[in-house]
């Protein structure tokens, strides 16, 4: 075992992405990291661009070739950051770690996309052997590198050894115009503005937060993309000229993170002929698991995420590419159309709006089904914070998420942000183009699902009656399933005797 004169702050498991460019960022703020992966040579590597980075002959981090040289080299109580791949690999990095000798006292942080229900269990399951604390980590390697979001719950105690290392690798926002304070540069620190690391709540809370957090983000890049199958498809235009107009959008209150990367993926050219890389990249969506996650949850506590829900649902259609180049030869649908200029422009800027109106209503919904969730499961949950964390470092973030805070500070117990002042004015401004969009991509044969199914879900939601009435009566007649009535008391059902002749309307217990 190789001999270590100074005690290091943080020991770290996992020196993926996003682990190697975390544990840069925290040699950067100061703290000395003693580092482990199975693949040695990853250690290796990070050790090499940290030297490099650092200009310093001290080294900020040292490689350890077991959990027992790893514990060994840490200040007691000791802290552990874990970066490895959801399921069962945490289970696996844990006994290992109670294997080597970790203590009671000892805290290890999950950073990974762990369920949220894996956490509460591990969190239980590990007790007598170390404290389980969870943060999971939104930002990919730049924000890993530069400042992430950061989502953290657990034990109380946990966190406040944790915290002041979380709020020092964080992404900062300025207090007054929640704007991102920029740092790209190694060797950078942020001292000043707010830090996008604030605690959560309880064990699996985080994880539930960022579970949420990467449903949303699914909904928002399959409304970019369904602007953008509008944009190539509906009125014939190519990469560079949709990356133009999405850069105009990225100045108004569409500015996002998702919005900008989008513009810089299709104006990528590759190859002599300069051919955009969007043209060359396969239409088949990944995806590992958070969308499907959230879109599970809002089913199981009966709370509406149509736009997250049809977001996954997206990316399924898109991995069925054999079957969908059969059938786009077999179905037809609507001739292409041509536009006039004036035409064009319009469609773009319905457009527009229709995108900002969906985006609306995906955070709705996940903020709803956040909500949902903290009553089910007793937390309490600070949604201004949660808003105000992810304004930068994390994928989603935007411009926008200004407005969501403001809205939650405004009311801290708003039941859904459609109902916010601002949010339900800028809905009544933006719907018209929304719809006419919405009408547009259905007359041309375009699919937007996301697009679309937050129409339908604004229109459900500014229904005072919808055909529910019916249904329970469908419901009432084939099972006997007892209805409510609008003229009598709440809670008391009635049931149609339906298979006699006289259907006799009776009231049950
Ligand atoms: C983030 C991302 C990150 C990752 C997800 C989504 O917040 O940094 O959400 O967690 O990109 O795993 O991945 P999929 O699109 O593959 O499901």
Redesign the pocket.
Known sequence: MTQHNNLCDIGFIGLGV?GKNLVLNLADNGFSIAAFDLDIAKVEDAIAQDKTESGSSTARVIGCSSYTELLSCLKPPHLIVLSVPAGAPVDQVCENLIGAGIQPDDIVIDTG?SLWVDTVAREKKYKNNFILFSS?????EV?ARFG??LMPSGSPYAWTRIKPIWQAIAAKVDAETGKPIERTKPGDVVTEGEPCAAYIGPAGAGHYV?MV??GI??AD?QIICEAYQMLRDGLGLDSSAIADIFEKWNNGPLDSYLMEISVEVLRHKVGDDNTPLVDLILDK???????LWTAMSSLELGTPAPTIAQAVYA?SISSFKDLRVHASSVLSGPEAQSFSEQEKTDFTDQLQDAIYCAKICAYAQGFQLMKLAEKEHNWQLDFASIAKIWRAG???RAVFLQSITQAFERNPELDNLLLDDFFAEQLCKHQLNWRKAVSNSALMGIPTGAISSALSYYDSMRCAVLPANLLQGQRDFFGAHTFERVDKPVGKKFHVNWSSNKRDLNEIG
Do not use: W
């Not at 999971?136 to 990919?140: D, F, K, L, P, R």
């Not at 969506?285 to 969308?291: E, H, P, R, V, Y």
């Open positions: 996003m996309n999971a980590v939104s930002g990919g924000g992430p979001a960022k957090h990467n983000e699914y890049m969506a990944g995806q590992k698991g958070t969308g990316r994390c994928i989603i």
